[in-house]
């Protein structure tokens, strides 16, 4: 099982440019998350979602437009890049919560994303 | 908004000593969870407590869930290089999705 995978593992782009990032997970997990890791910062929530077809804001939203067309595939994209949205971008996922609690998270390996 | 802090933000310790690392909560948390991150790698999941007052141990790792279910800890005995990383806990308040503490970075010395 390959888990949660990400592509790129890596980008350079200049101020402006549009790009699309990839999560893929293999495990039938119906949530999805996307986050940012800044150093000091930990993981910020950037958008999720609780199955195919809908998606919610989280922490840092503005900036970023994603999509969960289907179950397996959460795609995260930035409009018009900006050099504050370089960081470490991750996606995970998880069963649905239990009563009183929520799953763990599996995570992909991580997109570093540089903005020029 | 809800805020989840963890103190120290950094921990330097010699191979063998104890090490602890404690997150708060701003308001009361349904469960929290606890992950470790390798340098250069990602988040992997350690443990959930979900009762007040929890205690539950992983080896030489002990986690505690406060009373109030507010504050947490995560103490690890006799530390080895392999424990080196950061140590997040994300903390549960509505049941689908958690918020992230800045994390505890952990450098062990041999």
């Known amino acids: 099982n390959a888990g949660v995978t990400q592509t790129p593992k890596f980008r350079v782009l200049k101020t402006g440019q549009s790009m699309t990032l990839l999560c893929a997970q293999d495990?039938?997990?119906?949530?999805m998350y996307w986050y940012r890791q800044d150093p000091g910062m930990g993981l910020r929530l950037i958008h999720y979602s609780v199955g195919e077809g809908t998606t919610a804001k989280g922490e840092v939203p503005d900036g970023y437009n994603v999509s969960r067309l289907k179950k397996q595939n959460f795609l995260l994209g930035l409009e018009s890049a900006a050099p504050s949205q370089t960081s470490v971008y991750f996606c995970a996922s998880s069963y649905p919560h239990q009563p009183y609690s929520n799953q763990p998270q599996h995570f992909g390996d991580g997109t570093r994303l540089s903005i020029l | 908004g809800q805020q989840v802090m963890q103190i120290p933000q950094y921990q330097h310790v010699q191979e063998g000593e104890d090490f602890t690392t404690y997150c708060n909560s701003s308001t009361t948390l349904s469960n929290i969870q606890w992950y470790k991150q390798r340098p250069g790698g990602h988040p992997v999941f350690l443990i959930q407590l979900v009762k007040s007052g929890e205690v539950k141990k992983q080896k030489r790792l002990t986690f505690q869930f406060g009373e109030a279910k507010k504050n947490s800890s995560l103490h690890i005995t006799a530390t080895q290089t392999t424990d080196v990383g950061t140590y997040f806990c994300a903390g549960g308040t509505s049941y689908d999705k958690v918020i992230f503490g800045p994390g505890t970075s952990l450098s062990v010395i041999p």
């Open positions: 495990m039938n997990h119906e949530y």
